[in-house]
């Protein structure tokens, strides 16, 4: 399994949260709010086992690992240089697996022994057009056991489109709007020789994302055919929004 050494990975993290809080706003209060979700649902599970899906360099992973050291916790993801920065960055945190999340079969490959107590996920989802959401609920639905939870957090929108660009205006004025951008980061990251096997590997394997702008009520739609019982909003600001799905 690859890994990025441990120093360099950590100045690459650091840069990536920065980056990422460009589209995030309060991207550590979304995280805390995670915390304390499935810290909650969990609060009589001692030692309880955690997805983090689209879990990228493993930002929200280790977070969640500091706020509940006795859980087992999981990433999953589809590109090998974020999933070595998680590995080099937040060696303790979880143990990260490469899978793509659009082919079904994928919790096959996560070499779980028993049903999860939750899942999380947070600005990864958008990437998944709605027939492949569905896909994802349902299998998803599968590894999770009866009242476990599913955390989705990212910029879920209204289907109004007034209210979707009122929505995106709040979130835009509490973000931050002159950090490094994605493209940045990554123009960056070719210029670091360290990284340039692993950027040969994921630019072989990867096309480039989309944001395929799935409204919030198709999430809660595709959950509840997947088979979660409830579904709901329990934080927003702006389009910046923790949806969660009891299952
Ligand atoms: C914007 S990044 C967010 C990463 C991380 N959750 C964070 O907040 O820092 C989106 C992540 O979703 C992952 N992703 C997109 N499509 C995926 C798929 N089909 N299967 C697995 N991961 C996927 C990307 O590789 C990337 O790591």
């Keep these: 399994m690859k890994s990025v050494e441990p120093r360099l990975a950590r100045e690459w993290l650091r840069r990536w949260d920065a980056q990422q809080e460009r589209y995030v706003a309060d991207r550590e209060a979304r995280f805390a709010t995670i915390g304390r979700v499935v810290a909650h649902a969990l609060r009589d599970v001692a030692d309880p ?75 990864a989802l958008h990437y998944l057009p709605p027939d492949v959401l569905a896909q994802v609920y349902l299998e998803l639905a599968g590894q999770l056991r009866p009242g476990g939870i599913f955390v989705n957090a990212d910029n879920l929108y209204d289907e109004q489109p007034t209210i979707a660009d009122l929505a995106a205006a709040v979130r835009r004025s509490s973000a931050a709007q002159h950090n490094e951008d994605w493209g940045s980061w990554w123009r960056a990251v070719a210029e670091e020789p360290a990284l340039a096997e692993l950027l040969a590997e994921r630019e072989a394997l990867l096309g480039h994302g989309a944001d395929h702008r799935v409204p919030v009520s198709v999430h809660a739609d595709l959950l509840r055919r997947a088979g979660f019982s409830e579904v709901g909003t329990v934080w927003q600001v702006g389009d910046d929004t923790i949806l969660v799905a009891v299952r």
């Design 49 to 123: 086992l955690i997805l983090d899906l689209g879990c990228g360099p493993g930002s929200l992973s280790a977070r969640m690992a500091g706020r509940l050291p006795a859980a087992e916790i999981v990433g999953v993801d589809v590109d090998p240089l974020l999933l070595a920065l998680a590995r080099g960055g937040h060696p303790d945190a979880a143990r990260f697996v490469e899978a793509d999340l659009g082919v079904p079969g994928w919790s096959a490959l996560l070499g779980l022994s028993r049903k999860a107590d939750a899942a999380m996920s947070t600005t």
